[in-house]
């Protein structure tokens, strides 16, 4: 018999040579943990997310105790992500030295100096209204707005965080924080930018969580249309032309090949964010007993990474840490 056709199967075998040639690999700093920390009097604050059951909004104190236990663990990187005591129109507590954020980031630092601190910089968490900007005649003012998110990244940088990661969608907001940042000495600290960010309904848990519902209305108008593959790619050149230094693309799954097209456009880190919606439709199959959520996860952020994600964005990062140790 002439066996000419293929024999994948050869290498598919057993276990060790299945791990001998497998192309992609999950690994510990490929991960990065959200966290929500508020603003509050109660320093044992630990507040459920009901919509993102594993996540909790965390005091300052409830953080230290949580990223502890993550870091025992492995985590290597975290985002954060503020809730302020109080809003107002122009979310002054997102640039006030003594905001939430900036006070997490000098306590995280100042216990694990190693640990990459990144910090969302955006005013939707912030502002009365809900919106990632400053409104007239509600809507949202972009050039004016990028004073406000300068100065927003600014303090984060003060406070000693390792990277910012702005996600409002405002046009030149790349390049309003990198001369900002520029201008008063942090010419190292890298940009993050929420290059490829789609108004996109898997956000929905994050906005419980954050608490940062718009008021009115919706993001369409700044956030991106899903349906555009071309203006993505425009959008990440433009962040890229103005100084970022890792292009992220938001959400992750129902996203890869805006993200294969990022990877394969522009010789940049990469990074994807697997969203609160992509992490509660999995855990609500799993609580379900419908799939089994560790093969789940681990196939989801396999895809993710196989399409060109350096970086991954995912509540998931500690749970994958457990499960690798």
């Known amino acids: 018999m002439n066996n000419t056709f293929y024999r994948g199967r050869r290498l598919r075998r057993t276990p060790a040579l ?49 990223v502890a236990q993550a870091v025992d663990l492995g985590l290597r990187a975290l985002i954060l992500f503020g809730i302020p005591k109080e809003k107002d129109p122009k979310g002054s507590q997102a640039y006030a030295d003594t905001g939430i954020v900036q ?46 998110l300068a100065k927003t990244a600014l303090s984060h940088a003060r406070a000693g965080a390792d990277m910012v990661a702005p996600s409002d969608m405002m046009d030149g907001r790349i390049q309003a924080i990198r001369e900002a940042l520029d201008k008063k000495g942090f010419e190292e600290l890298p940009i993050m930018s929420y290059a490829v960010k789609s108004a996109s309904s898997f956000y929905g848990p994050f906005r419980e969580a954050a608490e940062s519902a718009p008021a009115f209305g919706d993001r369409k108008s700044y956030q991106m249309d899903p349906a555009n593959l071309r203006q993505a790619m425009c959008e990440a050149q433009a ?36 969203v609160s919606g992509e992490y509660s439709m999995i855990k609500a199959g799993a609580q379900m007993g419908w799939i089994d959520e560790q093969k789940i996860v681990m196939e989801s952020l396999t895809s993710i990474k196989r399409a060109g994600a350096d970086l991954i964005i995912t509540y998931f990062a500690e749970n994958v840490l457990r499960w690798m140790a």
């Open 18 to 66: 299945r791990d001998l040639v497998r192309e992609t690999e999950i690994r510990p700093q490929d991960l990065i943990q959200p966290y929500f920390v508020v603003e509050t009097d109660d320093p044992e604050f630990s507040q459920p997310i009901s919509s993102m059951p594993g996540q909790a909004q965390y005091s300052l104190n409830k953080l230290q105790e949580r």
């Open 103 to 148: 006070e997490a980031v000098r306590r995280l630092k100042a216990r694990w100096p190693e640990l990459v601190v990144i910090t969302d910089v955006c005013m939707c968490e912030f502002t009365s209204h809900g919106h990632c900007g400053i409104l007239e005649n509600q809507y949202v003012q972009n050039d004016i707005t990028l004073d406000y």
């Open 239 to 274: 962040d890229l032309d103005e100084g970022a230094d890792i292009l992220m693309v938001k959400p992750a799954l129902p996203y890869l090949d805006v993200l294969r097209r990022i990877r394969d456009g522009f010789d940049v880190p990469t990074a994807a964010y697997q």
